[in-house]
């Protein structure tokens, strides 16, 4: 997908928390108010400290598949091929828990994905913008997601020396698999799947731009 310095191109194709309160017997004002201050300052600290709160993510990869979409044919006679489903990614968002234990939780995020293939008086570049509603089930060292993605103003850009035009697409939708596996308790790596179709925004002609991918990431308070 990427390559160092290279030639002119000669073609391109298009393809919640509980206190305790103690029940006290009768005891002289003087021996009551220890006990009820003992009692009372455990259960407000361990409240606290198991509260399960939202935090942010920033998150990279790259990802392969999907039908063919675009030939570049430089003029050493090199070519090089871009897929509807190819490119690195990376982006942001939040985590946000939706259960006491913080096991599962809601992922929100917009990143940026681009496929690139580099020449010296141009190059090739598919772009789209995904937004994407994870759901995830966390264990201790590793988490499993499931949920809808939209990949807004996919568009394909051919610039060169015969060939300067870009290819709209209409917005898409689909679905994402993704597994992590935590490193620490903030930076994990993972594998994930996403089947999507991206069709031309005129001529109606369709490409399957599913992909299987690495990606790295972080979360922060």
Do not use: W
């Not at 993510?57 to 003029?75: K, S």
């Not at 499931?146 to 996919?154: E, R």
Request: proline share 4%.
């Amino acid at each position: 997908m990427f390559s160092g310095h290279k030639k002119a191109f000669t073609v391109c194709m298009v393809a919640g928390s509980l206190v305790a309160t103690p029940v006290l017997a009768e005891e002289s004002p003087e021996s009551q108010q220890p006990v009820a201050d003992e009692a009372s300052t455990p259960a407000t600290t361990s409240s606290s400290s198991n509260e399960v709160k939202a935090h942010g993510v920033l998150f990279a990869g790259l990802e392969f598949g999907g039908d063919l979409i675009a030939t570049g044919i430089f003029d050493n006679g090199d070519v090089e091929t871009l897929d509807a489903g190819e490119g690195i990614y990376f982006g942001g968002g939040g985590a946000f828990p939706v259960s006491a234990d913080g096991s599962i939780e809601v992922q929100l995020t917009l990143g940026l994905k681009m496929g690139l293939i580099p020449a010296s008086n141009g190059g090739i570049d598919f772009t789209r913008f995904p937004v994407e509603a994870l759901l995830f089930y966390r264990g201790d060292k590793f988490r499993v997601g499931v949920g809808p993605t939209i990949h807004l103003s996919p568009t394909l850009t051919i610039d060169s020396t015969f060939v300067d035009t870009e290819v709209d697409f209409d917005s898409a939708a689909g679905i994402v698999l993704e597994a992590d596996f935590f490193i620490t308790d903030d930076v994990y790596f993972g594998a994930r799947f996403t089947e999507i179709e991206y069709e031309t925004s005129v001529g109606s002609i369709v490409y399957d731009g599913s992909s299987f991918g690495l990606n790295v990431g972080a979360r922060f308070k």
